[in-house]
């Protein structure tokens, strides 16, 4: 099983980048996805809120309430780091256990927006690709997928890790500077290659 560790900033391309790796035949993890799913109801991550913080962040039909979360979030960078230590393990368990269920694959594409941020998954993956993307283009697609402000979508990418520390820290890059077939050119091409990349690691 090889593991490639795909990441990039916001707006990036990391899920257009994703959705044609699966069309070319890879199984896909995404940790936005596993987020996603451990804070249904129920859930395991659910289930921590509710034990940390009482009902503050459940709605009246007892669902998480993700905006107020985000909100809080968002103002409070102890409340981030509280909800983070609570959420990261039961993320990484998550992953892991949905890596084990893939172990007869040769290839997969692990999804993680903060690979070299949390540093958590870099033992995990076999190599790190970056879909890099000059900030012009970021803030384009994010202000027109999001639909927030100019000024909002320059301030979340500059809270995130620059693109310069990225590039210094990714095994292999891509620009995703052109349009979506040139992105799917270059993975083809990237797969083409990878089997002459780092012999595989058990897991
Ligand atoms: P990320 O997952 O990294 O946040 P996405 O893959 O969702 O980024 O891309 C952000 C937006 O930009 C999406 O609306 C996507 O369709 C668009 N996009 C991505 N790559 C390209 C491209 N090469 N050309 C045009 N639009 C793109």
């Given amino acids: 099983m090889f593991i490639i560790g795909l990441t990039g900033g916001i707006g990036s391309g990391k899920s257009s980048a994703a959705n044609i790796l699966k069309e070319l035949g890879l199984k896909i993890i995404e940790l936005d996805q596993i987020t996603h799913n451990i804070m249904m109801a129920g859930e395991p991550g659910y289930i921590e809120i ?3 913080f009482g009902d ?4 009246k039909n007892n669902v998480l309430d993700r905006k107020l979360l985000r909100d809080d979030i968002f103002s409070s960078i102890e409340l981030k780091k509280r909800i983070e230590s609570t959420l990261h393990p039961i993320i990484f368990e998550e992953c892991e256990k949905q ?3 893939l ?3 040769k290839y997969i594409a692990l999804i993680i927006p903060l690979l070299f941020e949390t540093k958590n998954y870099i033992n995990l993956i076999n190599e790190s690709l970056l879909i890099d993307c000059d900030v012009k283009y970021q803030l384009k697609r994010v202000i027109k997928r ?3 402000s100019k000024a ?3 301030k979340i990418i500059e809270n995130q890790m620059s693109r310069d520390e990225k590039l210094l820290l990714a095994d292999k890059v891509i620009l995703n500077d052109g349009n979506i077939d040139n992105l799917g050119t270059q993975l083809k091409k990237y797969l083409s290659l990878i089997h002459i990349s780092e012999p595989t690691r058990p897991y």
């Fill in 103 to 105: 172990r007869n694959e």
């Fill in 152 to 154: 909002l979508a320059i």
């Fill in 99 to 101: 890596l084990n269920k």
């Fill in 146 to 148: 999001d639909g927030v």
């Fill in 56 to 59: 503050k962040y459940i709605d």
């Fill in 50 to 52: 509710l034990k940390k």
